[in-house]
């Protein structure tokens, strides 16, 4: 009973949430987005698992997914703000049920499905999907109290087969859950800079970061690998040992002084992941006084080949929205760098049909074959451009389009090259 009451609850916020919008539109916006269609993800997920194409959706997406939790964590903050912003009692009491609410519900959250932790597995998910794996999600049953979530429906058979047919998934898979969790708080970063929309999703950010690097740190003080190590110690011991095939007679994942080195040095590099005045309630800051203003984010991530270190960095200016990143690809011993940059939103029209253009371009190099031990580079490039087509003042149609070379992009599913499209709705109040 108490499991639904809080559902519902919660539910009530994020719905409600558009009707406060509707009213206070010139101080408060809300931007949610709903892709309802990625292709060749869901083909490729219906050809793998046998199940007609409206069951691929039980294997959402990792745009998809991104999307669904970032609009609920939205939509909560920006009810919870709106209820701030609007009610009439006391200052101190105000305050008090403003800022404890938002931490409970983020607490709360995290154990609910769509939370950061659904995200997380959802993100498994994904890539168990693509190889015919039907998983479930241990988050869409509320499991309170809990300290282990492993994705449901799993069996050795299905991890010796994933290794044998691509080493690099196998490996992105386990690195694939705290992705997820910094791209939501990337997207909710984003949103908040760029709409201006003064959410309080500080404690969002704190929770997840702090849950990634303690788990992080756990994987790397552990000694043998298996099950208990978590992502962190799978995805260290296979980069180590690319010739295990994780059979039942090969499962001695004894880890080694090296390996058990290199986990405690990412483990440390992780930490990099709190160094962005966001954290601290720094929504934007002024560059001089001409209203240009900026911000700033440094992202430790795990990849299939080893880890990246992005430094990236957020401008506005009037009608000019910019995002820009330096991506620091490293394997064992050699470093591939990489730049990207993204104009959002700029606005555009044809013919009386207005729109807005959000073109995206990644060029650099990462690991050949995305391998941890070798120096060899491969050209990573990657062009992209959604347009958001302005049928009315709050629901815009908008549909997205990626192509790719081989090589890891963070959200994308596909380390082979790919052509990608989304078709979607976003509701902006």
Not at 3 to 21: E, R
Not at 47 to 60: H, I, S
Not at 156 to 169: F, T
Not at 265 to 281: C, D, T, Y
Request: aromatic share 16%; proline share 4%.
């Amino acid at each position: 009973m108490k499991k639904i009451v809080l559902t519902a609850s919660l539910l009530w916020i994020v719905l409600s949430a558009p009707l406060y919008a509707q009213t206070t539109a010139d101080t408060v916006k809300l931007k949610l987005d709903f892709p309802l269609l990625d292709v060749p993800y869901h083909s490729d997920v219906k050809n793998a698992t046998g199940r007609n194409f409206l069951g691929t959706y039980a294997y959402p997406s990792m745009n998809q997914s991104l999307a669904l939790t970032a609009n609920l964590y939205s939509g909560f903050h920006f009810g919870m703000k709106s209820f701030k912003d609007n009610t009439g009692m006391n200052r101190f009491l105000k305050n008090g049920i403003y800022y404890s609410g938002i931490g409970l519900g983020n607490y709360l959250m995290l154990f609910f499905p769509l939370g950061d932790l659904w995200l997380h597995e959802e993100y498994h998910r994904a890539m168990y999907a693509r190889y015919g794996v039907k998983t479930t999600n241990p988050f869409n049953g509320f499991p309170f109290g809990k300290t282990i979530f492993p994705v449901g429906n799993v069996t050795i058979d299905d991890i010796v087969r994933l290794k044998a047919e691509n080493p690099a998934d196998f490996r992105r898979k386990y690195s694939a859950g705290i992705e997820g969790q910094y791209l939501l708080i990337n997207s909710l970063q984003r949103n908040n800079f760029f709409y201006s929309q003064g959410l309080t999703n500080e404690f969002q950010y704190w929770l997840s970061t702090v849950n990634t690097v303690a788990y992080f740190a756990q994987s790397a003080s552990s000694k043998v690998g298996g099950g208990m190590l978590g992502d962190m110690g799978v995805w260290g011991f296979d980069l180590f040992n690319p010739n295990v095939t994780y059979a039942e007679e090969d499962l001695d994942l004894t880890f080694s002084g090296e390996l058990r080195s290199y986990l405690k040095q990412e483990r440390n590099k992780h930490l990099l992941n709190f160094v962005s005045p966001m954290l601290f309630g720094f929504k934007s800051i002024p560059l001089g006084k001409n209203g240009l203003a900026g911000n700033f984010a440094i992202r430790h991530l795990l990849t299939p080949f080893g880890t990246t270190v992005s430094t990236q960095v957020f401008l506005k200016k009037d009608m000019y929205k910019m995002a820009f990143a330096y991506h620091g690809n490293r394997n064992y011993q050699h470093y591939f760098p990489a730049v990207e940059a993204e104009l959002i939103d700029y606005p555009f029209s044809v013919g009386g049909c207005e729109m807005y253009l959000s073109p995206r371009v990644i060029a650099g190099a990462q690991p050949k074959g995305q391998e941890f031990l070798t120096e060899k580079a491969e050209f990573l490039g990657l062009l992209g451009l959604r347009v958001d087509f302005k049928v009315s003042q709050h629901i815009l149609p908008y549909i997205d389009f990626t192509a790719k070379t081989k090589g890891w992009v963070a959200g994308n599913e596909y380390l082979n090259s790919n052509a990608s499209v989304k078709l979607g709705l976003s509701a902006r109040f």
